[in-house]
């Protein structure tokens, strides 16, 4: 299973940004899809999960400004970032569970907010 993740960049705080995930896996075996992060010298967390059933989980750190959706027509995983803050910056990794249990990771995008 492959994953492909896009997006990411550089913002300054309070501005939006969206990262998507492309994964190979088929469609019915998809469990969970979510999406990590991790800041230097952090471990890596989760930010936000959504089920094959389309239950949303998300960090508290992160409620009611990111938005985790997909697109099982493209096989796609999008995160959709505002009101930014310098403390959101991180390499964010995609992550596909499969039904089996066997979890895949993405290779990782950047994104850095700016003060």
């Known amino acids: 299973v492959q994953l492909q993740a896009s997006g990411g960049g550089l913002v300054q705080a309070g501005e939006s940004l969206r990262v998507s995930c492309a994964h190979s896996m088929s469609t019915w075996e998809v469990n969970v899809m979510g999406w990590y992060r991790q800041a230097p010298g952090k471990e890596r967390e989760l930010v936000a999960s959504i089920t094959r059933g389309g239950t949303t989980n998300y960090a508290d750190s992160v409620k009611g400004r990111f938005t985790i959706s997909r697109d099982n027509t493209k096989n796609t995983v999008s995160l959709e970032m505002n009101s930014l803050k310098p403390e959101d910056t991180a390499v964010y990794y995609c992550?596909?569970?499969?039904?089996?249990?066997?979890?895949?990771w993405g290779q990782g995008t950047q994104v850095t907010v700016s003060s």
């Open positions: 992550n596909v569970r499969s039904i089996y249990g066997t979890g895949f």
